[in-house]
């Protein structure tokens, strides 16, 4: 379970990165390791095609237990999507709000042309 101060001390420290901004592929991977330090798994799957084509992530689970989707939107279009495993329900504002944050980094998602993500 995560408390206030863990979620406003994750949310600074993303705020932090996306503030010193850089490589798009860095600034996303930077991301995921802060909140994978509250969550058993966290990805961004990207909208290719139509589709949902997993992204960088940290953690394992089963696919079929991904945990909760957050979108992430970019001019009202959905580009991809802010997964982490089994959040609290307390922890639905945090996770919202980053996907919102990082919305400009998940553009890189729609020329990936089908290459997988390496950590």
């Given at each position: 379970?995560?408390?206030?101060?863990?979620?406003?001390?994750?949310?600074?420290?993303?705020?932090?990165?996306?503030?010193?901004?850089?490589?798009?592929?860095?600034?996303?991977?930077?991301?995921?390791a802060v909140l994978f330090q509250l969550?058993?798994?966290?990805?961004?799957?990207?909208?290719?095609?139509?589709?949902?084509?997993?992204?960088?992530?940290?953690?394992?689970?089963?696919d079929d237990e991904v945990g909760e989707?957050?979108?992430?939107?970019?001019?009202?279009?959905?580009?991809?999507?802010?997964?982490?495993?089994?959040?609290?329900?307390?922890?639905?504002?945090?996770?919202?709000?980053?996907?919102?944050?990082?919305?400009?980094?998940?553009?890189?998602?729609?020329?990936?042309?089908?290459e997988e993500w390496r950590a």
């Amino acid at each position: 379970m995560t408390s206030p101060h863990e979620r406003s001390g994750a949310l600074e420290s993303i705020e932090g990165i996306l503030s010193r901004g850089g490589d798009a592929d860095d600034v996303l991977r930077d991301v995921l390791a802060v909140l994978f330090q509250l969550y058993a798994h966290v990805a961004i799957d990207f909208v290719e095609d139509g589709r949902l084509v997993r992204g960088p992530a940290l953690g394992s689970v089963a696919d079929d237990e991904v945990g909760e989707r957050y979108p992430v939107l970019f001019q009202g279009a959905k580009v991809a999507e802010l997964v982490a495993a089994w959040p609290e329900a307390d922890d639905a504002e945090l996770l919202e709000r980053v996907a919102t944050l990082i919305a400009p980094y998940c553009l890189v998602g729609w020329d990936t042309g089908g290459e997988e993500w390496r950590a």
